[in-house]
């Protein structure tokens, strides 16, 4: 893996970490038994690699504030690989034109820069080209320094593509304020496409692209139908902005979303293309976000999250409309999803290709990276971790839009469906569906240590005698952990402390069970739940969970992790993924009205979801599943909660009534590709 500069360290360290966000159960375990349906059909792949085989399997997905859970097809695996793709350049400059603005309908001018093929330095070819779009929260401006976060792409367009980047209202150059993917932001991105179809330079073709908030603007444009948009290329969009950061298991995240708040309002502060334009209202602007910030949006928004605010801190509109995943169904064109392992919205990017799968060419890569490191991505370009050749993502969104927005036949839809990258094995591995093909649900029950040295075991049988285990109760847990650097967007780990790295001193005091990987190692690929009992003597506690690869020679490799405010856990099995009869993704409802606070000695199971991962537990390892009470780099209740859960201590109960467990994502480790023959 290559290292960028450490000047350009230091850029996307300080920018690109600004690239993120922004019922009762009607059914029951009876309904997740028949959730799976094996088909008998024949498996083998047609001798026409374009054609697709027989469906072998029926596996369900989760749902969402919309529709319950479903079934879908699953192929078996085709054994794809990555084939190069390349396009030399036909011009050799961008040629920037003027700035331009133009009108939204209710009269906010909104700014755009724009950049087109050219031969020579300010001799633009003569046009019209097909366009890839992308709007900004993080200031044109700036992305003429960082493309990645709103800059011109010059890979593509030496390659016959106008980029096209927009300032959204409120931000940059733009006019209006800023409430983050709210209503009104998203009606001007239809507006955006009516308007980039009618300048001279642009063909009615529109491909749109973007990293963290300007992917979100991808998918949600998407969303609107437009005839001219041909393709969308989002890298690490978020899916459920209640759920995969901004109030993960209802804990709301401190860390990285207060940070991005400031840093969007800071970059907005400073519309230095609009002073050159209209000074007048360069001055108008300055006053209306500052007061835009302290009033409307931002400080309100996170002073009524911690403050325990119900229309924000509990699941609604609000967040209905910021949870793009919510209109995957109205996505029409072919979308290739790109995510991370430890990306801040690691829960929500295999859920995109599992959404839009059947219905539009969809491919899925996700790769070892935080968020800062998705932006500047140099891992697909070769090495010992590239075994399959993935190409770099400049070449994959080239080969994209090649086939979908310019027409070319470029044999893209023969490429994997899903590939990822597989911690432990430290190889990237592909496949024809997330969650894998092959993946089985398989329970391990939390068996207390046989004495008081070492942690306990996790088994396929419920233990015969019951078990204790105490863990104090905190909000610090995680402060140092892989947390820190996940939940920073990346930037924790530019510590360089060996605890965010290996997670054994935020382990410390937790509960640990682990499970021997066994001869042939142990494949997990999908989603992953806990199925805690638990019990406190304060009013409500925080469960943490984790999972890590303990290396023979005792350290740790962070895997995934799931953090649940137990008073919360109220499951909606309607819209819960259950696989061969375990539920294995609960969905949580987060409603106030669910709010049910502990009683004195009261054992309640809690279900945590951990998010979805890949991971192989070679040989003399094992996995260690550890929980704890809080996860502080992940979430901090909000202060009500939060002095329900101090100064207590968490029981975790193990035994045949209380059979606290984990359920995991099983695959054959010989279905791996570097375990098999060449």
Partial sequence: MQKSSVWMSVILSLTLVLVGCNGESSGGPSDGATAEVTLDVE?????????????VRQIMTLGNRQSESR??????????QWQPYERAPEFTHMVTLDNQTF????GTELFAKVTVPGF??????????????????????????????????????????????????????????????DEREQQ?????????????????????????????????????????????????????????????????????IPLWLGM??????????????????????????????????????????????????????????????????????PTFIVGGLFDLFQRSEPLWFEQLNGRVETKLLIGPWNHIEAAGVEFLGGGEANQHAVPDLDTLRLQWFDEYVMGLDTDVENQPDVTQYVLGLDEYDTTSHWPHPDMQAERFYLSPAESFVGPG????????????????????????????????????????????????????????????????????????????????????????????????????TPVTNGLMTAGLNSVDETRSRFVNGEMIQPWHTFRLD????????????????????????????TLRVSVNTSNVAQGLPPLLTALNSLLGVMTLHTGPETPSSVVLPVVPSAKLDAMQAP
């Fill in 264 to 333: 969007v309002t800071g970059f907005g502060l400073i519309p230095a293309e609009m002073a050159a334009i209209d000074p007048e209202v360069f001055s108008e602007a300055i006053l209306e976000r500052i007061v835009g910030a302290l009033t409307g949006f931002q400080v309100p928004t996170i002073v009524k999250a911690l403050a325990g605010e119900p229309e924000t801190a509990y699941d609604s509109e609000f967040w209905a409309v910021r949870s793009p995943l919510e209109g995957a169904d109205k996505i029409n064109v």
């Fill in 457 to 556: 075991q996790l088994q396929r049988q419920a233990p015969e005698n019951d078990g204790k285990a105490f863990v104090a109760q905190h909000l610090l847990n995680g402060l140092c952990s892989s947390s820190l650097d996940q939940w920073t967007a990346g930037l924790g780990g530019m510590l360089s402390l060996p605890c965010t790295q290996d997670n054994s001193l935020a382990e410390l005091a937790a509960a640990k069970y682990e499970l021997p990987a066994g001869e042939e190692g142990l494949y997990l690929n999908g989603p992953m739940q806990a199925d805690l009992w638990v019990s406190t003597t304060a009013k409500d506690v925080q469960v943490s969970v984790r999972l890590d690869i303990v290396n023979p020679n005792g350290t740790t």
């Fill in 43 to 55: 498996t083998e792949v047609s001798a026409d690699a374009s054609a697709r085989p027989q469906p």
């Fill in 120 to 181: 020579g330095e300010g001799e633009a070819a003569p046009g019209p080209f097909p366009v890839v779009l992308t709007q900004t929260s993080y200031n044109t401006s700036f992305g003429q320094f960082v493309p990645q976060i709103g800059g011109a792409n010059e890979f593509l367009v030496k390659r016959g593509y106008a980029h096209v980047v927009v300032d959204v209202r409120g931000t940059g150059n733009s006019g209006g304020s800023w409430a983050a993917f």
């Fill in 594 to 621: 669910d709010v049910q606070p502990y009683e004195p000695h009261e054992v309640r199971k809690v279900s945590v979801e951990i998010f979805a991962s890949s991971a192989y537990v070679p040989p003399g390892s």
């Fill in 188 to 256: 001007d991105y239809l507006e955006v496409l009516n308007w980039v179809v009618d300048q001279e330079w642009a063909q009615d073709r529109i491909g749109l692209e973007g990293i963290s908030y300007l992917g979100i603007t991808s998918v949600l444009t998407a969303q609107h139908n437009h005839p001219a948009v041909k393709a969308a290329f989002p890298i690490v969009p978020i899916g459920d902005g209640y759920r995969d950061i901004v109030f993960t298991g209802g804990n709301v995240n401190a860390t990285f």
């Fill in 103 to 106: 009108t939204m309908s209710d």
């Fill in 71 to 80: 079934l879908v097809d699953v192929y078996a695996d085709d054994g794809r």
